[in-house]
């Protein structure tokens, strides 16, 4: 997707933002926290940097605050223009409007969406759909440059509403509402979902599919056989916890597996 068979996207996993319970009142801190994981991606050889608030618990459905979109947008351009590689956006819980906005105002390459197709439930309460109100801004915003990558059956989340609809109709459904690409996941971070159902997925649809979790350097040859590209975080953080500075060491280690 960005220049490999299978490409990898590092995960910079964002300190707490504004407008967030954990806040530390140190903008400066937190952008350098941000550039310094970035930066290990780059020269570790990662194709592309997803940008993710994931430290800001507990999480808010399906908005965040201008405070947050204002602080996002200032660390995704900062890593944009420090590292040159394609960079995408992430907000949650599902605040997928908000992450156009940023990814509008820094001209990112992308944002990861969650609730595109379908309804489910994540710890944060009751998601809808989104597919309708997000294409419908983006082309409002001129921002079809920006791709969307759709999560089907989210991590951490119930999907006990939607039982009777398989991995594989959910694919579709994105490709038919205009989604860019499909992201697999295992139930929680750091779980990887089967390689089968990855290749279902893939046989199923004509945009790519992504594996967004659990991917490390026992399955990497595995699902770079069969995905479009891989989001990749705990396996790259010091001790493989999500919550620890990136290695450029285990990012070198793992990225040298996969073939151009």
């Not at 996993?13 to 290990?40: K, R």
């Not at 040159?84 to 820094?106: F, K, W």
Request: hydrophobic fraction near 45%.
């Amino acid at each position: 997707m960005f220049g490999r068979q299978c490409s990898v996207i590092g995960v910079v996993h964002v300190p707490p933002l504004p407008g967030s319970a954990n806040y530390s009142g140190d903008m400066s801190q937190i952008l350098a926290s941000s550039l310094f994981d970035a930066l290990n991606y780059k020269d570790g050889g990662c194709d592309a940097i997803i940008v993710e608030n994931m430290h800001d618990l507990p999480y808010s459905l399906g908005s965040v605050g201008s405070e947050t979109v204002a602080a996002m947008t200032v660390i995704v351009n900062a890593i944009k223009y420090e590292t040159m590689l394609p960079v995408g956006v992430q907000l949650l819980a599902g605040a997928n409007l908000e992450a156009l906005s940023v990814a509008i105002a820094c001209e990112a390459r992308f944002i990861r969406v969650e609730g595109f197709v379908y309804a489910h439930i994540g710890d944060e309460g009751f998601h809808q759909s989104c597919a309708h109100k997000l294409i419908k801004q983006r082309a409002y915003l001129k921002g079809e440059k920006i791709k969307v990558f759709a999560d089907i059956k989210k991590k951490h989340s119930s999907h006990a509403i939607t039982n009777d609809v398989n991995l594989v109709d959910t694919a579709k459904s994105v490709e038919f509402f205009l989604g860019d690409a499909v992201v697999v996941t295992g139930k929680s971070t750091g779980i990887a979902p089967s390689v089968k159902e990855v290749e279902k997925v893939k046989h199923s649809v004509n945009i790519p599919v992504i594996v967004g979790s659990g991917v490390n350097i026992d399955n990497i040859s595995d699902f770079s056989g069969v995905a479009d590209a891989l989001i990749i975080g705990t396996a790259f953080k010091k001790d493989f916890y999500w919550a620890n500075p990136v290695s450029e060491i285990l990012v070198k280690k793992m990225v040298s597996i996969l073939k151009d």
